[in-house]
C-alpha cells in the first residue's frame, strides 16, 4: 500500500477517500480537476442571489450539529413580523449521499439542483452537515438525522428560534427527501418520527431519490447494469463495510441499508407518511430499490414510483450533463415535476 506521510493506506474507494493506518481519513478530491466544483463549498449568503438565499446554522453547539437552510425570494421572504396572514411555504429536510461515507451539505454538487427545487417549488429547505463513517458508524448518521428532525419540532413549539424558519416555513407540511444513502436515512427517520406522535410538526411525505437499499442476495441489476463513474460496484461493497459497526458478508441487511430485510423492523407495523420513491431504469440498485416499494405496498403504505428511462444514479445532481445532453436535461425536468407535484398533492 502507498504511503504519505509515513502513513500506510489501508482502504481506498475509488478516489473518493483514504483510509490511514492510524485511522485518519482523506476525502480530498482526486479526480479529474475540470469536475472538482462539484465538491466545492458554496458559501452561505444572506442575500438572494438567482432567487435564493443559504444559511448555515448550529441547532446543538454541544454536538455541533449544523444545518444549511435555503428559502426563495418571495413578496414575503423579507418579512420578519411573524405575521400569520402571511401563507406558509413547504418545509423540507433533505439527507445527503455519499455511500454514508463522504460528500457534505454544502457541496456544489447538492446546491446546483437543490437550489433549482427551492425557487421552482417555493419552498424551504434545511439540509443536514451528517456525520461520515468509517469515523461515525451507522447508525450515527440517522441519529444525527433525527436530531435535525426534532430540533424542527423544537422551534414549531417556541421552545428554539430560526428567523428563516419562524416567519417562512409551515410545520404542518414537512417533508423528508434524501438521495441515494440519504433515501435510507428518510425510510429510518420517516418511521422514528411515526413513533413518537409529535403534534407540532406534521410530516406529510417521504422522497427517497435513488436510494441506497441493498441486501446481501443481490439481485440481476447489481450485477448487469453498467457501472457510471460516480456509482461502481467496488464503491457499494466498499462504502456499505466501512459504515456498519462490523464488516462482514451481511453488512448489507443492516437494518438500515436494508430496511425490507431480516433484521429491519417490520414495515407493516409502521406509522408512515405516504412516499415517493425515484429510481433511475439504468441504476445498479434499481432492482432493490423496487423490491422495496414493493414491500412497502404490501404493508399497507401509500407509495408513488417515478422512474427516469435510460439514466443512471443520481444522474440529476450531474450538472454537466443536466445542461448539454438533451436526454439527460428532458428526464431531470420530468423528475423535477415529479418532486413538486408530489409536494403540491400532499
Same mark, same amino acid.
Given at each position: 500500500?502507498?504511503?504519505?506521510? !509515513? ?12 483510509? &490511514?493506518?492510524? !485511522?485518519?481519513?482523506?476525502? =480530498? ?31 446543538? @453547539?454541544?454536538? #455541533? ?18 405575521? #400569520? ?10 439527507? /445527503? ?13 447538492? &446546491? /446546483?439542483? &437543490? ?11 434545511? =439540509? ?10 451507522? @447508525? ?12 424542527? !419540532? =423544537? ?10 424558519? #419562524? ?19 428518510? /425510510?429510518?427517520?420517516? $418511521? ?11 410530516? $406529510? ?15 440481476? =441489476?447489481? #450485477?448487469?447494469?453498467?457501472?457510471? *463513474? ?28 436494508? *430496511?425490507?430485510? @431480516?433484521?429491519? *423492523? ?25 423490491? &422495496? ?54
Amino acid at each position: 500500500m502507498a504511503s504519505v506521510t !509515513g502513513k500506510k493506506i489501508v482502504e481506498e474507494v475509488s478516489g473518493w477517500l483514504r483510509v &490511514y493506518d492510524d !485511522g485518519t481519513v482523506d476525502r =480530498s478530491w482526486t479526480g479529474p480537476l475540470e469536475l472538482k466544483f462539484f465538491v466545492d463549498s458554496v458559501p452561505p449568503r444572506s442575500e438572494f442571489i438567482d432567487g435564493v438565499a443559504l444559511n448555515d446554522v448550529v441547532i446543538d @453547539p454541544n454536538t #455541533n450539529l449544523s444545518v444549511r437552510m435555503y428559502i426563495p425570494q418571495t413578496e414575503h421572504s423579507t418579512i420578519s413580523d411573524n405575521d #400569520n396572514r402571511i401563507p406558509k411555504l413547504p418545509l423540507v429536510l433533505h439527507f /445527503h449521499g455519499g455511500g454514508f461515507c463522504f460528500s457534505q451539505a454544502d457541496w456544489y454538487l447538492y &446546491y /446546483h439542483f &437543490y437550489a433549482n427545487l427551492v425557487r421552482r417549488a417555493r419552498l424551504v429547505l434545511v =439540509s443536514v452537515y451528517l456525520p461520515l463513517a468509517p469515523e461515525h458508524k451507522l @447508525p450515527s448518521a440517522c441519529d444525527t438525522a433525527f436530531a435535525a428532525f426534532k430540533w424542527l !419540532g =423544537s422551534v414549531a413549539r417556541g421552545e428554539s428560534r430560526d428567523p428563516w424558519l #419562524n416567519d417562512l416555513a409551515d410545520f404542518k407540511r414537512v417533508f423528508l427527501i434524501g438521495d441515494s444513502t440519504g433515501g435510507n436515512i428518510v /425510510h429510518d427517520v420517516a $418511521a422514528r418520527a411515526g413513533s413518537i406522535g409529535d403534534q407540532s410538526v406534521k410530516l $406529510a411525505g417521504a422522497i427517497a431519490l435513488h436510494p441506497g437499499f441493498q441486501r446481501a442476495k443481490l439481485w440481476r =441489476s447489481f #450485477n448487469e447494469k453498467t457501472e457510471m *463513474p460516480f456509482l461502481t460496484r467496488d464503491m457499494i461493497n466498499r462504502f456499505m463495510d466501512l459504515a456498519v459497526p462490523v464488516a462482514s458478508e451481511a453488512s448489507k441487511d443492516h437494518p438500515i441499508i436494508n *430496511p425490507m430485510g @431480516p433484521h429491519a *423492523p417490520p414495515l407493516v407495523g409502521l406509522n408512515f407518511p405516504p412516499v415517493m420513491v425515484a429510481v433511475a431504469e439504468e441504476d445498479l440498485l434499481i432492482d432493490t430499490e423496487l423490491e &422495496y416499494c414493493e414491500a412497502m405496498k404490501e404493508a399497507g403504505k401509500e407509495v408513488e414510483i417515478v422512474v427516469s428511462q435510460g439514466m443512471g444514479h443520481c444522474f440529476y445532481l450531474n450538472k454537466v450533463a443536466m445542461e448539454s445532453d438533451p436526454k439527460t436535461v428532458l428526464e431531470g425536468e420530468k423528475f423535477l415535476q415529479a418532486i413538486i407535484g408530489f409536494i403540491n398533492k400532499h
